[in-house]
């Protein structure tokens, strides 16, 4: 709630509810709680992501990869993929991405100019799978896993660089 932001931040209620109104990244639930934040949610998605031993889930694949960094802490994602069904399982540190099952796992991105990005970021088993979805999908393409962990390392650099000095 507000009120409860309010209280930890030591903010007045006014002064809070002004500034996340102003956020773009913002999920509530039916009773405007807000229950999710820039891809971090406890809505369940496909997506999901234990860290510090509280499940969660990201609104997309390509969120548990930047996320663990933002949050200083080792996250453990599970998902599946969007062709197949095939568990896909990951750990990723703010430092490294430190395992990746099956290691021939991939990851759909879209053009940035595109709208809707969370629905076309998934995980696929292996490229073959992921080049068949993607040939379905215009302005979608495929990057290694390792390759969309440090695009997300310089995402969160561009848009974070305050929340980096010290990471």
């Keep these: 709630t507000i009120a409860r932001l309010s209280s930890h931040t030591q903010l007045s209620r006014e002064s809070v509810s002004a500034t996340v109104k ?9 009773g405007r709680l ?15 992501f234990i860290v510090n031993d509280r499940t969660l889930f990201t609104w997309c694949a390509w969120d548990s990869l930047f ?28 430092i490294q991405l430190e395992t990746v099952a099956p290691v021939t796992a991939m990851i759909s991105l879209l053009t940035p ?21 993607v040939q379905q ?12 962990y440090h695009l997300g390392k310089t995402f969160n650099r ?3 660089p305050e929340l980096m000095v010290n990471i």
């Design 22 to 30: 102003q956020w773009p990244d913002v999920e509530y639930d039916s």
């Design 67 to 94: 996320i663990p960094e933002l949050l200083n802490a080792t996250a453990s994602i599970t998902s599946h993929c969007a062709i197949s069904g095939e568990l896909i399982r990951l750990n990723t540190s703010p």
């Design 34 to 48: 807000i229950v999710g934040f820039l891809g971090l949610t406890i809505n369940t998605t496909p997506h999901k």
């Design 113 to 133: 100019a595109m709208c809707q990005f969370c629905q076309y970021v998934n995980f696929f088993h292996s490229a073959e799978t992921g080049k068949e979805w």
């Design 158 to 160: 561009a848009r974070y």
């Design 137 to 148: 999908h215009p302005g979608a393409f495929l990057l290694s896993i390792d390759d969309a």
